[in-house]
Protein backbone atom coordinates (compact mmCIF):
# COMPACT_ATOMS: atom_id res chain seq x y z
CA UNK A 1 0.00 0.00 0.00
CA UNK A 2 1.39 3.39 -0.97
CA UNK A 3 0.98 6.41 1.40
CA UNK A 4 2.04 9.95 1.67
CA UNK A 5 1.76 12.09 4.43
CA UNK A 6 2.67 15.47 4.16
CA UNK A 7 3.36 18.15 7.09
CA UNK A 8 4.53 21.36 7.85
CA UNK A 9 1.77 23.77 7.38
CA UNK A 10 0.45 26.70 9.53
CA UNK A 11 0.64 30.08 9.62
CA UNK A 12 3.05 32.72 8.63
CA UNK A 13 3.55 36.09 7.96
CA UNK A 14 4.58 37.49 4.54
CA UNK A 15 8.14 37.38 3.86
CA UNK A 16 8.57 34.44 6.18
CA UNK A 17 9.71 30.77 5.03
CA UNK A 18 8.25 27.49 6.42
CA UNK A 19 9.19 24.12 5.29
CA UNK A 20 6.77 20.97 4.27
CA UNK A 21 7.54 17.68 4.40
CA UNK A 22 6.26 14.47 2.25
CA UNK A 23 6.85 11.08 4.05
CA UNK A 24 6.31 8.32 1.72
CA UNK A 25 6.09 4.42 1.14
CA UNK A 26 5.15 1.71 -0.43
CA UNK A 27 6.31 3.09 -3.79
CA UNK A 28 8.60 1.29 -6.05
CA UNK A 29 11.99 2.40 -7.64
CA UNK A 30 10.17 3.20 -11.09
CA UNK A 31 7.61 5.57 -8.61
CA UNK A 32 9.86 7.32 -6.43
CA UNK A 33 9.65 10.79 -7.58
CA UNK A 34 7.40 13.11 -6.09
CA UNK A 35 6.03 16.70 -6.72
CA UNK A 36 4.25 19.08 -4.77
CA UNK A 37 0.56 20.61 -5.80
CA UNK A 38 -1.52 23.07 -4.32
CA UNK A 39 -4.61 23.84 -4.53
CA UNK A 40 -5.89 27.65 -3.67
CA UNK A 41 -10.00 28.39 -3.18
CA UNK A 42 -11.54 29.53 -6.41
CA UNK A 43 -8.56 28.50 -8.75
CA UNK A 44 -7.44 25.17 -10.62
CA UNK A 45 -4.91 22.78 -8.78
CA UNK A 46 -1.50 23.93 -9.41
CA UNK A 47 1.57 21.85 -10.25
CA UNK A 48 4.79 24.02 -8.18
CA UNK A 49 7.58 21.28 -8.90
CA UNK A 50 8.09 17.82 -11.13
CA UNK A 51 11.16 15.08 -11.61
CA UNK A 52 13.08 15.28 -14.21
CA UNK A 53 13.43 11.59 -16.03
CA UNK A 54 16.77 12.15 -17.23
CA UNK A 55 18.55 13.07 -13.62
CA UNK A 56 15.86 13.40 -11.28
CA UNK A 57 16.31 16.94 -10.56
CA UNK A 58 13.65 19.19 -9.47
CA UNK A 59 12.00 21.66 -11.95
CA UNK A 60 10.08 24.64 -10.47
CA UNK A 61 6.43 26.90 -11.83
CA UNK A 62 7.11 30.22 -12.55
CA UNK A 63 5.56 31.50 -9.78
CA UNK A 64 7.77 29.79 -7.23
CA UNK A 65 10.92 29.73 -9.19
CA UNK A 66 13.89 30.98 -6.84
CA UNK A 67 11.98 31.27 -3.89
CA UNK A 68 10.87 27.18 -2.91
CA UNK A 69 13.15 24.20 -2.91
CA UNK A 70 13.30 20.69 -3.35
CA UNK A 71 15.39 18.62 -0.90
CA UNK A 72 15.41 14.75 -0.12
CA UNK A 73 16.61 12.46 2.78
CA UNK A 74 16.41 9.24 0.69
CA UNK A 75 17.15 7.29 3.82
CA UNK A 76 14.24 8.61 5.26
CA UNK A 77 11.97 8.22 2.49
CA UNK A 78 11.40 11.91 3.24
CA UNK A 79 10.99 14.81 0.33
CA UNK A 80 11.11 18.66 2.19
CA UNK A 81 9.64 21.57 0.10
CA UNK A 82 11.75 25.23 1.20
CA UNK A 83 9.53 27.76 0.72
CA UNK A 84 10.58 31.18 1.10
CA UNK A 85 9.48 35.32 1.02
CA UNK A 86 6.06 33.54 1.57
CA UNK A 87 3.25 35.86 -0.55
CA UNK A 88 -0.51 36.03 0.48
CA UNK A 89 -1.28 34.77 -2.73
CA UNK A 90 0.65 31.10 -1.48
CA UNK A 91 -1.91 29.94 0.94
CA UNK A 92 -3.36 26.71 -0.06
CA UNK A 93 -3.83 23.30 1.11
CA UNK A 94 -0.55 21.75 -0.67
CA UNK A 95 -0.26 18.14 -1.44
CA UNK A 96 2.65 15.92 -2.38
CA UNK A 97 2.33 13.26 -5.11
CA UNK A 98 3.76 10.48 -7.09
CA UNK A 99 4.77 9.99 -9.82
CA UNK A 100 5.42 13.27 -10.68
CA UNK A 101 7.99 13.06 -13.43
CA UNK A 102 7.88 16.32 -15.62
CA UNK A 103 7.17 13.98 -18.70
CA UNK A 104 4.89 11.76 -17.03
CA UNK A 105 1.71 12.94 -19.03
CA UNK A 106 -1.12 11.74 -16.88
CA UNK A 107 -2.64 12.53 -13.47
CA UNK A 108 -0.91 11.25 -10.66
CA UNK A 109 -2.24 7.97 -8.80
CA UNK A 110 -0.99 8.61 -5.09
CA UNK A 111 -1.52 11.14 -3.50
CA UNK A 112 -1.14 12.89 0.61
CA UNK A 113 -4.16 14.47 1.90
CA UNK A 114 -2.55 17.85 2.39
CA UNK A 115 -1.54 20.18 4.69
CA UNK A 116 -2.77 23.68 4.87
CA UNK A 117 -0.63 26.55 4.88
CA UNK A 118 -2.09 30.36 5.03
CA UNK A 119 -0.08 33.36 4.58
CA UNK A 120 -1.43 36.50 5.99
CA UNK A 121 -0.32 39.27 8.93
Known amino acids: EVQLVESGGGLVQPGGSLRLSCSASGLTFDEYAIGWFRKAPGKEREELSC????????FYANSVKGRFTVSSDNAKNTVYLQMNSLKVEDTAVYYC??????????????WGNGTLVTVAS
Open 51 to 58: ISSVDRRP
Open 97 to 110: AAPAFCDYGRPQPY
